[in-house]
């Protein structure tokens, strides 16, 4: 159960390896979370990942998890949730892609597709039968601001960004009032290994900037949490553009 701060005591992370969620269970972890699952495609990096994570104190166990594979989420995840009650689902898997080689092989964008949006539906719905089944907890879904408004520069990934964010919306609006909670994170530019060697964004943020903001969303139960918190302001800017104007921007 969550404590009397709204922080999860057990935490399932689907994308184990993905550097934003574990600098967010790094933070929970020196708070109150004791118990944490990380699921993902077996690898050194997986079990790296467990490792230290143990050294901050957690009991950290692992689970065969791929997005891609979505007719084995059920089994895969139902064993975690067979093990006791999750507080806290972080789905944080993803994939950027590379626009311009994708745009020529319609295969490799039909796996961003897939990774971002197919398998988070699959993934999310499992997860969230299992949160209302036991009668609380929180989905956290890591979104982008890259969802607002497709862009020339990476319109496959913006869209499919665009995909999980409305079905996750819909999903926290489908949940409401069953006692499971369902927050939509909308991070900027996060320097990660995924974003090394592109040019930098404006109001570019770090995996540590978006534990934070995850932090006090869950404490707010908040639904939408932009990181940084000026995107707001400038996302809505954006897409209420005129299209001939916003294909002409430097984005």
């Given at each position: ?10 935490l ?12 967010t269970?790094?933070r ?15 690898s ?34 139902g ?10 689902v ?40 299992a949160?209302q ?56 530019f ?62």
């Amino acid at each position: 159960m969550k404590d009397a701060f709204g922080l999860p005591q057990s935490l399932l992370v689907l994308g184990g390896t993905s550097e934003i969620a574990l600098a967010t269970a790094r933070r929970l972890i020196a708070r109150r979370t004791r118990a944490v699952w990380l699921a993902g495609r077996p690898s050194p990096g997986l079990d790296e990942a467990a490792e230290q994570l143990r050294g901050l104190g957690a009991e950290v166990r692992t689970v065969a998890f791929d997005a891609l594979d979505p007719a084995a989420h059920e089994e895969a995840l139902g064993k975690v949730f067979a093990e006791g009650d999750v507080d806290l689902v972080l789905l944080a898997f993803g994939t950027l892609g590379d626009q311009a080689h994708d745009e020529r092989d319609p295969e490799a964008a039909v796996r961003v597709a897939q990774t971002n949006y197919t398998g988070a539906v699959s993934a999310g719905l499992v997860c969230a039968g299992a949160l209302q089944a036991q009668g609380h907890g929180s989905l956290v879904v890591l979104s982008s601001v890259a969802g607002e408004r497709a862009r020339r520069a990476n319109f496959i990934y913006g869209s499919s960004k665009a995909g999980l964010d409305a079905f996750a919306q819909g999903l926290g609006d489908a949940l409401y009032g069953t006692g499971v909670h369902v927050m939509v994170v909308r991070p900027g530019f996060v320097r990660t290994r995924m974003t090394a060697g592109l040019p930098e964004a404006p109001l570019a943020t770090t995996p540590e900037a978006v534990a934070a903001a995850v932090e006090l969303g869950l404490r707010r139960r908040a639904e939408t949490v932009w990181v940084p918190g000026a995107l707001r302001v400038v996302m809505s800017a954006l897409r209420h553009l005129p299209r001939a104007v916003f294909r002409r921007l430097p984005v």
